[in-house]
């Protein structure tokens, strides 16, 4: 079984949708001492931004704005198909990621980091449950699942 959060293509799989997440556009408060806050979208190419491949909009943020969505080419030292691996860069002070909010749940409650441009960033991912099909589930599997549905949303 796997989390995956974004669409999946998997024709040979179960998917079971439990939660929606937001995208966030992030970056920690030492980060933003160092290097300013953006204002705007197109601010954010005088940044670092933290590039994560699981995004299909990974070098080019989407947002919205008055005359409707737009996206922004954004570049940085660091690219990676990891969202922990982002998400690591992000919570020591590197730069700024576009992340799933419930990737970093816990540290926007502790306040360790800090979203930026709420306002153009309103694009949300699902979080789905994913295992392989089978004719028999094993109890297990609807155990977890079960779980994860009740416990994700609560996460985010």
Not at 117 to 126: A, C, I, P
Not at 128 to 155: D, G, M
Request: charged share 25%; glycine share 8%; proline share 6%.
């Amino acid at each position: 079984m796997a989390i995956r959060v974004g669409p999946v293509n998997e024709p040979d799989a179960v998917v079971r949708r439990v939660a929606i997440t937001p995208l966030i556009c992030v970056g920690s408060h030492r980060y933003f001492e160092r290097h300013g806050i953006p204002k705007t979208p197109a601010e954010l190419s005088e940044h670092n931004c933290l590039l994560y491949g699981g995004l299909t909009e990974a070098a080019n943020w989407p947002f919205v704005g008055r005359d409707g969505r737009f996206s922004v080419p954004v570049r940085g030292n660091l690219w990676s198909n990891s969202v922990e691996t982002i998400r690591t860069a992000v919570l020591a002070d590197v730069g700024i990621g576009l992340l799933a909010r419930v990737s970093l749940a816990d540290e926007l409650r502790q306040d360790e980091v800090m979203t930026i441009l709420d306002e153009f960033v309103t694009d949300v991912r699902d979080i789905s449950l994913v295992w392989p099909k089978r004719r028999f589930v094993p109890a297990r599997v609807r155990q977890v699942t079960n779980f994860f549905a009740e416990a994700i949303p609560r996460r985010g």
